[in-house]
């Protein structure tokens, strides 16, 4: 372990000293492990691939999303993972929700997705399509350097390896039912998922919702779930707990990944208290 992950320790090796050994025993990047999570299931990974790697050494992935979701999913939730990639979130929300839907549409991430949800508790149904704004096909371009990060593919993109892919709208997905958490990592897609979105949106039925973003808010994104009634939040990972932020308080060295709540009051009592219990596979 480096010097500076001693002197500024990540959550995972406080709350789950455990992980110590885990991550001493990973060795040098490159081929599969499986990993347990902290709440028991088991996923694999490829260390040779950014959330692969960072999964091996520390047990989470974006842990400071990892503890907001864990809080604020309710065990009668429906949940969506948009763009779920190998499962990790789709992992969480099933421990934590009672149903959990999962769309990926790369052809190669969805056959991993779907043996990896077969090994793990819960209901899941996994999509292997995108979402958009309504039923149709698309193109799914890699850019450079995809093999190095898995999560990167997206509708549209013009590359030298492409897959033809079947698109459905959110609302058709969930008809009338409510929905608790919805999580959405798109690649600049996020506009189309919404539109097709519009119906759960503007009746109020999607209460918690979290996006990745490239750009500083306000964006078209953040404009369109504020006009829905949404708050939006920052998240910060700190030593002892994560808390809400205002959106200008995101780091800018990653794309991160913000909050937009429909019950802004019930988020902040959610999160309110000291620890990380996503890392304990604590209620």
């Not at 079947?166 to 058709?172: H, I, K, M, N, Y």
């Not at 998240?235 to 932020?245: F, K, M, N, Q």
């Amino acid at each position: 372990m480096r010097a500076r992950s001693l002197l500024h320790p990540h959550p995972a090796y406080v709350w789950r000293p455990s992980q110590i050994g885990r991550r001493l025993a990973v060795g040098a990047p490159g081929g599969r492990r499986t990993v347990t999570l902290p709440w028991g299931a088991a996923i694999e990974v490829d260390t040779g691939e950014s959330v692969g790697s960072g999964i091996a050494r520390l047990g989470v992935h974006e842990a400071a999303v990892t503890e907001a979701m864990w809080r604020l999913a309710e065990p009668t939730d429906l949940a969506l993972d948009v763009g779920a990639n190998i499962g990790y979130f789709t992992s969480l929300l099933a421990s934590r929700a009672r149903r959990v839907v999962a769309l990926e549409a790369h052809p190669l991430l969805a056959e991993r997705l779907i043996a990896e949800a077969a090994r793990w508790p819960g209901r899941i149904e996994v999509l292997p399509v995108a979402a958009s704004a309504g039923a149709g096909v698309a193109r799914l371009g890699e850019p450079a350097g995809f093999a190095r990060n898995a999560g990167t593919a997206s509708i549209g993109l013009a590359a030298e390896r492409t897959f033809e892919v079947r698109t459905v709208a959110l609302d058709e997905v969930v008809g009338t039912a409510p929905v608790g958490i919805c999580k959405m990592d798109v690649e600049g897609h996020e506009m189309m998922v919404l539109d097709g979105f519009r119906e759960a949106l503007a009746e109020g039925r999607v209460r918690d919702l979290f996006f990745e973003e490239h750009e500083p808010l306000p964006t078209p994104v953040s404009t369109r779930l504020t006009d829905h009634g949404y708050r939006v939040f920052s998240l910060r990972g700190r030593l002892d707990r994560v808390s809400l932020g205002p959106p200008a308080a995101a780091s800018r060295d990653d794309a991160p990944t913000y909050l937009a709540t429909l019950e802004p009051e019930r988020a902040r009592r959610r999160l309110r208290g000291l620890g990380w219990r996503s890392l304990r596979g604590r209620r």
